[in-house]
């Protein structure tokens, strides 16, 4: 090769590396430009258009959990947070009577080009921390179920940043409040004579996609089919719609 091609050739290299590394600054540029300004306690964005789902995680604690199954449904609680990308919401709450508030509101965060490696490792630690120390609520021995109630408040608690709301109801389904009480061996009768009432009580589920977790209480006998069915009648009757029911035993 001579020294004249030599050259050329060292200026071809020369310009490849100069428009590979003019590429990765302009790359770098339009993520820079296009991140969000974030809330730096909750990690979500201050403009919407970036939160595409926003889940609404409803904890019933009216009764305990085995440890395998208390496992078993934080487990698949994490799994469904897993599946969410950077800046979807999440918020949870515990089944009980009254004005609902979040135990916890934040979105998950993103690996930002401002932020450290460090900064973007703490941001994704707090998170799961956060959503950990909620998790802990699900332990049981509470007095009632208002879960008709809860859905009310949490439903209402829409976020207005054009996300989709999701909520994920962990929950045995047995009811226990002033709107009705499944315990009761005649819940169904019950209902029918006050169906009325009841509907009357029904959250606004309207564009609402729900997910059931339903930890199994074998030692009740009214948590059968017919329970399971009414609720899902009754959930599309307040306009939502189902799209996945799991039942957790105490063993998996």
């Given at each position: 090769m001579t020294r004249r091609k030599r050259s050329q050739l060292g200026q071809?290299?020369?310009?490849?590396?100069?428009?590979?590394?003019?590429?990765?600054?302009?790359?770098?540029?339009?993520d820079y430009l296009d991140e969000p300004t974030v809330d730096g306690a909750t990690s979500c964005p201050q403009e919407p258009g970036h939160t595409k789902v926003s889940l609404s995680i409803l904890l019933d604690s009216t009764d305990t959990y085995g440890a395998g199954q208390?496992?078993?449904?934080?487990?698949?609680?994490?799994?469904?947070?897993?599946?969410?990308?950077?800046?979807?919401?999440?918020?949870?709450?515990?089944?009980?009577?009254?004005?609902?508030?979040?135990?916890?509101?934040?979105?998950?965060?993103?690996?930002?080009?401002q932020d450290s490696p460090i900064h973007q490792q703490f941001q994704e630690v707090r998170f799961k921390e956060r959503i950990g120390k909620a998790l802990q609520r699900l332990e049981g021995e509470r007095a009632i179920s208002p879960i008709i109630e809860s859905l009310g408040w949490v439903a209402a608690d829409r976020e207005r940043d054009g996300s989709e709301l999701r909520i994920l109801l962990v929950s045995d389904l047995l009811e226990y409040s002033d709107v009705i009480s499944h315990y009761s061996p005649d819940w169904r009768r019950n209902f029918e004579r006050n169906r009325q009432r009841i509907l009357g009580q029904c959250p606004n589920l309207e564009d609402v996609r729900l997910d059931l977790l339903i930890p199994a209480r074998p030692a009740e006998p009214n948590q059968n089919n017919d329970l399971f069915e009414w609720w899902l009648e009754y959930l599309e009757s307040c306009n939502g719609y189902v799209t996945s029911v799991a039942r957790i035993t105490g063993a998996g």
């Open positions: 071809i290299v020369a310009f490849v590396l100069v428009v590979l590394v003019l590429g990765v600054i302009g790359w770098a540029a339009i208390r496992l078993s449904l934080i487990n698949r609680v994490w799994d469904e947070v897993d599946a969410l990308d950077v800046y979807d919401r999440v918020k949870i709450y515990q089944v009980e009577r009254g004005e609902q508030a979040p135990l916890q509101n934040l979105c998950k965060p993103a690996r930002s080009v």
